[in-house]
């Protein structure tokens, strides 16, 4: 069983930054994919961004130019700056690992709240 523990996140003023990390744990051979979306009331989910085993990065076009993420070979860390009411969401980790048997399932964090405020 394969493990995602989220930390960072709360509240956060407007223009502000945060930082939110991931640790990924449990049994498999390798993290391919590993990142963060998001979902703010009433929307859909939405990637903010991911990082490959490789280090090719994807993100999207709302937080463009306003985010790092990097990652080592079981951790994730996502800086935000310059945010905005809009940022305001459940943030939400994401892994797709790669199993012993070669298998390539994908899992989820709980999800952390952040609340930015004017």
């Known amino acids: 069983q394969v493990q995602l523990v989220e930390s960072g996140g709360g509240l956060v003023q407007a223009g502000g930054s945060l930082d939110l990390s991931c640790a990924v744990s449990?049994?498999?051979?390798?993290?391919?994919?590993m990142g963060w979306y998001r979902q703010a009331p009433g929307k859909q989910r939405e990637l903010v961004a991911t990082?490959?085993?490789?280090?090719t990065t994807n993100s999207g076009d709302s937080v463009k130019g306003r985010i790092f993420i990097s990652r080592d070979r079981s951790t994730v860390l996502l800086q935000m700056n310059s945010l905005t009411l809009e940022d305001t969401a459940v943030y939400y980790c994401?892994?797709?690992?790669?199993?012993?048997?070669?298998?390539?399932?994908?899992?989820w964090g709980q999800g952390t709240q952040v609340t930015v405020s004017s």
């Open positions: 449990g049994s498999f051979f390798r993290v391919n994919v």
């Open positions: 990082i490959t085993s490789g280090g």
């Open positions: 994401y892994a797709n690992v790669e199993t012993e048997n070669v298998l390539y399932p994908d899992y």
